[in-house]
């Protein structure tokens, strides 16, 4: 909640400050939407696992079977929030 908090202010003020998010902020589900994409544009993170919905990810195969175990175990998890992970 802080992070898109912060993320939204910073827009707001127009300001450009190199900006870099800890690893426990970075969810794209769980703080860059509800911060607005837009004003998420530019900022670094320290995320250091894969993201389930990059297609950079499709062909790998630990990431079709967790994809296979979400669609089987928990079909209506938010994949884009990092706690889903």
């Known amino acids: 909640k802080y ?3 912060a993320i939204r202010k910073v827009a707001e003020l127009d300001w450009h400050p190199i900006h870099i ?13 509800p911060a607005g994409m837009k ?4 900022i670094l993170t320290a995320l ?3 993201d389930v919905t ?12 967790f994809r296979a175990f979400l669609a089987k175990y928990y ?6 929030d990092a ?3």
């Not at 990059?54 to 079977?65: E, F, I």
């Not at 079909?75 to 884009?80: G, H, N, R, V």
């Open 21 to 33: 998010m800890t690893n426990v902020s970075t969810s794209i589900g769980g703080v860059i939407k």
């Open 75 to 80: 079909p209506e998890a938010d994949k884009s």
């Open 54 to 65: 990059d297609p950079q990810w499709d062909s790998y195969p630990g990431m079709q079977r």
């Open 3 to 5: 992070a898109a908090q």
């Open 83 to 85: 706690g889903t992970l």
């Open 39 to 42: 004003n998420a544009e530019g």
């Open 48 to 50: 250091y696992n894969m």
